[in-house]
């Protein structure tokens, strides 16, 4: 057997090899423990897409000053976390704190993979202003000025 011919086959079933596998990736997402919830929505919507495309995703959570002496905060954000992503991620490493920074490691759910991509939810078309129901709203001042018209009448009737 001629050894250029072997080496040459080998290659190419290395080749071959290399094409099927999938490399996953670590992505980061950082939250600090004053996030708002805009911001927190955002975040996870990347975290999603993430996800989806296979990626493993860290998410840390960077405390400043005073905020290290209130780690709970942390531990809620990560919690909201999960609940968010619960379907589609699982849990690899839990939520530990190493120094200034709490991290959670999640890597996608070979179950929840498996689903058809879901389109974007129907939403609900607005109805006209017509069919609406008119609701009593009433403002503070006026339930205080009715209030008061009631205290004079009370006072009179006296």
Known sequence: MD???F?????????????KTVQITMKEVKFK???AKGDFDTKVR??????????????TLQFRGREMAHPELGTKI??????QLGQIAKVD????????NMTMVLSPDK????????AKPVEAKPQSLNSQPILNTTT????????????QDSKEAI
């Not at 290659?11 to 071959?16: C, V």
């Not at 993430?50 to 493993?56: A, P, Q, R, T, Y």
């Not at 179950?111 to 879901?118: D, L, N, T």
């Open 140 to 151: 503070e001042t006026e339930n205080q000025n009715a209030e008061d018209e009631n205290i």
């Open 78 to 83: 990560l919690d909201a976390v999960i609940e």
């Open 93 to 100: 490493t839990s939520a530990r704190l190493e120094g200034r």
């Open 3 to 5: 050894y250029g011919k």
């Open 111 to 118: 179950k929840a993979s498996k689903r058809p991509v879901s």
């Open 7 to 19: 080496r040459y086959e080998e290659a190419q079933r290395l080749k071959e090899s290399r094409k």
């Open 46 to 59: 990347h975290m999603l897409e993430f996800l989806d495309e296979g990626h493993k995703v860290k998410v």
């Open 33 to 35: 423990p004053k996030i």
